[in-house]
Antibody, heavy 121, light 107 residues
């Protein structure tokens, strides 16, 4: 059973920064495309961005709403995925999930439990 | 961006009912569509990808169909554990986009 574990969620003031992490003990993340997906309170799912796998150079894609403010990166030595969030606004308040695509590369096979980010003064 | 429209936004059904949820894409996405189930306070669960391929471990009461712009998710015989919110997602092109969700409630 694969377990993705997010961490780093917190209460932060508008304009602040936060870094989220996603780890997967016993599961090699470098072979998989990984996404961040968020869900604002009482709302639906919103795709945030993608880090492609090592074979694709860990290249990234972002939603328009976060482009230029959020950065997705990896640390292969720590088998971890990160989401650096800058210039946060109240609109970024959400539960953030990391999700791993399956071996087919088409859709998510595994999800984390989520980490909560609250942007408020 | 490709817009995904789900209908209905909510429905009430009874145990044993056959339930169908529709997802429409604003432009053709071939079969690049996935379905997810989410229960309150929990992470989403992947059900279907490629419009009709069940994820490993997903029971066969779930089925998906469609191609191009129109897709359906069908639950053949609704059980208590199936009451949840269902989302579609297109992965044909960036940005990936989700439908607004369909909440399936107990009648």
């Amino acid at each position: 059973e694969v377990h993705l574990v997010e961490s780093g969620g917190d209460l932060v003031q508008p304009g602040g920064s936060l870094r989220l992490s996603c780890a997967a003990p016993g599961f090699t993340l470098s072979d998989r495309h990984l996404d961040w997906v968020r869900q604002a309170p009482g709302k639906g799912l919103e795709w945030v961005g993608r880090s492609r796998n090592r074979a694709n150079g860990y290249t990234t894609e972002y939603a328009v709403s976060v482009k230029g403010r959020f950065t997705i990166s990896r640390d292969e030595s720590k088998n971890s995925l990160y989401l650096q969030m800058n210039s946060l606004t109240t609109e970024d308040t959400a539960v953030y999930y990391c999700a791993s695509l399956g071996s087919s590369g088409y859709s998510y096979a595994y999800w984390g439990q989520g980490t909560r980010v609250t942007v408020s003064s | 961006d490709i817009q995904m429209t789900q209908s209905p936004s909510s429905l009430s059904a009874s145990v044993g009912d056959r339930v169908t949820i529709t997802c429409r894409a604003s432009q053709g996405i071939s079969s690049s569509l996935a379905w997810f189930q989410q229960k309150p306070g929990k992470a989403p669960k992947s059900l279907i990808y490629g419009a009709s391929t069940l994820q490993s471990g997903v029971p066969s009461k779930f089925s998906g169909s469609g191609s191009g712009t129109d897709f359906t998710l069908t639950i053949s015989s609704l059980q208590p554990e199936d009451f949840a919110t269902y989302y579609c997602q297109q992965y044909k092109s960036y940005p990936l986009t989700f439908g607004g969700g369909t909440k399936v409630e107990i009648q």
